[in-house]
């Protein structure tokens, strides 16, 4: 194929530049992380590269600072055939858009790399994993599950198996920026992480950083999940449908015109209602949720790209009903809209622009009815809305360096309310709720830089404002990677980052209790400092991947409830709560085998997370219940059979912490009352330790045709050999001898689970 440059007038004196974008030619989808090589007079064995770079997440590339001649530009990526065209340039001045369409090919699975290709970009800390490769792993459902996953790689850890959220460094949920095509979600799990609030079949891209993250990601400490969204393919109407013994799915795409395309996800999960009806003595806890994602995209003359994106989740957990002692309804929901604009102004600049709005509102409700002094009711109610506008410009002022330039505005509405009770008129109750609204500015930039491939430099910057507390800040960030030789990279990162949103639960309850509250006068928005230093390597042809890193991060202005908190719902919340600070520190290996038969990864963790209060534990640090010593993960697939695949996971950690009594002592009244009061004694914050956690879950996967209709038929068998992982310990009050003698008493969750279910591609 013959393609000649056209002149356009704005650009560089002296130059030329190729840009455009990469799609999928079937479906229309574009394709990330896309290798564009671009040789010089001729393409051989033993021609060198003259110029490279790949696409980034929007698929967009660009080659700048070319002269006259011959090239040839080759386009690679895994799963598609490899282009090759001849260029030829005749001006010296200008610019060339060219847009490029590959084709699909069908890729041997000894070619499949499990955590993403290498590219040139600064990655610390950072893993990117192909949604369509999470399907060899076992999940619960039998669907595709993006957070076990994540929850399989060193550093990411979950509280326990009634927790929401990734526990990743050292850093709380809240602490994790979770982003959807922009979105923000505030809760993006389902619970007990089943699943992700996201439906699998409709994300085309999963970016994790966890730390030290760049300039461009903002208003969180930890770390970040980026998450896109699929377009849906323009090649024709195509319908995914699964159905299986605890919950099914349906998943619909296709063009709408010959520039716009559709797709719809919703999911459904049942358990609750097996539970109900076939298992009405189970103590399980019933549990049930369902959610719906959609994006809608249209091509527009000169360059344009607008989509329409939408999540919706909801759900809910509550108590069996031969539960007399301990009452409990905790109900959520995420709602989010939308809109983004991808506008292409020349050669080497593109600018992306999204407007959404988010609503996010979190309920729990716990009903004590057991005679002991430790346990309480407890309600409390939180809502979180948000209008958001961002706006992104990447510069590729040259073959070398991307500057990022970005503007974020946000209009935060938040409402809470608590209680030491429940009733139905302090539920409706519109003067017990606590309303704070604020407004959250930034400016940042970044500039990426390649020094001959040798060294990789990311340095940038935020500027802030926050209304609520009239604060305002620099953020400096930087990352470099060393490459001594192609198949080593040593990688070190620092960065600052502050946070305006808190989550504060309630360490003596073991069921979910999140209360998000924004910062105010009072409560000041939490920072930290993150350092990261690590190794990558690659060895026998790239097959294995070995990775090593440290981290150390120091937190200041945490919040969590004082310990005698009434939660008087006529009390302020500010008076309830008490600022500390922690540090969080580890070492992290990873071991991936990227091609073959078998494929897969283990990775071990040993880290340290602390918390100092002056008004808690007696101003001694103490670990936070979600801090683990140990944890390993093994994640292996393999291919009996073209149709027939089998994928296993095993995890260790250590066992959680919690606050239990070590005794009871009975205080008795002063006259005239003379009574006898019974209280415990706690020694310390989360100084018991659960039991070790582990677990295996296997899935058997087997794939047919028929009459042109793909199916999967899967056997998903979660906790294998039926380990009675503890989730919880209470103290409850037994009748013995005519005496009310304290028992420690134990909750178990999840034994061995089997799932069986089938999915369809009509």
């Given amino acids: 194929m013959w393609l000649f440059a056209a002149v356009s007038q704005y650009a560089q004196d002296g130059n030329v530049s ?95 790399v499990i955590t993403g290709e290498k590219t040139d970009e600064v990655s610390i800390s950072t893993i990117k994993i192909p949604a369509k490769l999470v399907e060899l792993l076992p999940s619960l459902s039998g669907e ?13 850890q979950v509280a326990s198996e009634l927790s929401n959220g990734l526990y990743i460094r050292g850093g709380s949920p809240d602490q994790t920026l979770t982003l959807v095509d922009g979105m923000v979600l505030y809760n993006p799990s389902h619970l007990g992480n089943f699943t992700s609030t996201f439906n699998s079949n409709a994300v085309q891209d999963i970016k994790l950083i966890k730390g030290a993250f760049p300039a461009e990601y903002g208003g969180r400490l930890s770390s970040i999940l980026d998450i896109k969204l699929r377009s849906g393919t323009r090649e024709k109407e195509s319908v995914d449908l699964g159905v299986g013994t605890i919950n099914s799915f349906v998943a619909m795409e296709g063009p709408l015109t010959e520039k716009s395309t559709y797709m719809i996800a919703g999911r459904a999960m049942y358990y609750d209602l097996i539970l109900k009806n076939f298992m009405k003595d189970s103590n ?28 919706y989740s909801r759900d809910r957990l509550y108590n069996p009903d031969n539960d007399e002692n301990l009452r409990y309804d905790i109900a959520w929901k ?8 991808l506008k292409i102004h020349s050669t080497s600049i593109f600018t992306n622009t999204t407007f959404n709005y988010i609503d996010y509102s979190f309920q729990t409700n716990i009903s004590d009815t057991l005679d002991n002094t430790f346990e309480s009711d407890y309600y409390s109610a939180s809502r979180l809305s948000d209008l958001n506008i961002r706006s992104v410009s990447e510069i590729r002022w040259n073959n070398d360096n991307t500057l990022k330039l970005g503007t974020d505005l946000t209009y935060h509405m938040y409402e809470v309310k608590f209680s030491n009770y429940y009733s139905y008129a302090l539920e409706k109750s519109e003067s017990l709720k606590k309303k704070n609204n604020s407004i959250e500015a930034a400016l940042f930039f970044q500039n990426e830089s390649n020094f001959g491939n040798l060294f990789l430099l990311n340095i940038g910057a935020r500027y802030y404002y926050f209304s609520g507390s009239r604060y305002s800040k620099f953020e400096p960030r930087v990352s470099l990677a060393y490459s001594p030789f192609n198949w080593l990279s040593i990688k070190m990162a620092a960065a600052n980052a502050h946070q305006f949103l808190h989550l504060l639960v309630r360490n003596d309850k073991s069921l979910p209790t999140d209360l998000w509250y924004s910062s105010t006068k009072q409560m000041k928005p939490s920072s930290s400092w993150q350092y990261v230093f690590g190794l990558e390597s690659y060895f026998y042809n790239r097959e294995y991947l070995i990775s090593a890193e440290t981290y150390y991060r120091d937190m200041k202005n945490l919040y969590e409830f004082r310990e005698d908190a009434k939660f008087d719902p006529y009390e302020s919340l500010e008076s309830q709560i008490t600022k500390g600070t922690g540090e969080s520190y580890g070492f992290e290996f990873f071991i991936n085998k990227r091609a073959g038969n078998l494929a897969g990864w283990a990775g071990y963790t040993i880290s340290w997370t602390e918390r100092k209060f002056e008004e808690l534990n007696n101003g001694v640090p103490f670990y936070p219940n979600y801090d683990r010593r140990h944890d390993v993960s093994i994640a292996l697939t393999y291919k009996l059979f073209q149709n027939l695949s089998v994928g296993a996971t095993w995890v260790y950690s250590t066992g959680r912490r919690m606050t239990l009594p070590s005794g009871q002592y009975i205080f008795r009244d002063l006259p005239p009352f003379n009574e006898d009061r019974v209280n415990l004694n706690v020694k310390g914050r989360n100084e018991f330790l659960l039991p070790d956690y582990h677990k295996m879950d296997l899935n058997i996967t087997y794939t047919f045709k028929i009459n042109n209709c793909d199916y999967n038929a899967y056997l998903n068998i979660y906790n294998v050999y039926n380990r009675y992982n503890v989730f919880s310990y209470y103290i409850s009050n037994t009748d013995k001898n005519g005496e009310d003698v304290p028992v420690i008493k134990q909750i178990v969750l999840f034994p061995f689970l089997p799932s069986v279910g089938i999915k369809m591609c009509l």
């Fill in 18 to 112: 190729i840009s455009g974008i990469v799609t999928d030619k079937t479906t229309g989808e574009i394709l990330i992380g896309t290798n564009i090589l671009l040789f010089k007079d001729s393409l051989s064995a033993e021609s060198e590269l003259f110029k490279g770079t790949a696409t980034n997440r929007y698929g967009f590339y660009a080659i700048t600072s070319l002269g006259k001649g011959k090239y040839y530009l080759v386009a690679k990526n895994l799963g598609f055939k490899t282009l090759a065209n001849e260029i030829f340039i005749t001006v010296e001045r200008g610019k060339v858009d060219y847009n490029i369409e590959l084709v699909p090919d069908d890729v041997e699975l000894e070619e499949v």
């Fill in 144 to 156: 595709t599950n993006i957070f076990k996953s994540l929850q399989l790689l060193p550093g990411v």
């Fill in 284 to 311: 399980i806890p019933r549990y049930g949720f369902y959610d719906m994602n959609s994006k809608f995209t249209y091509t527009l003359p000169d360059n344009n790209i607008v989509s329409i994106s939408a999540v």
């Fill in 334 to 341: 995420n709602g989010a809209f939308n809109i983004n604009w």
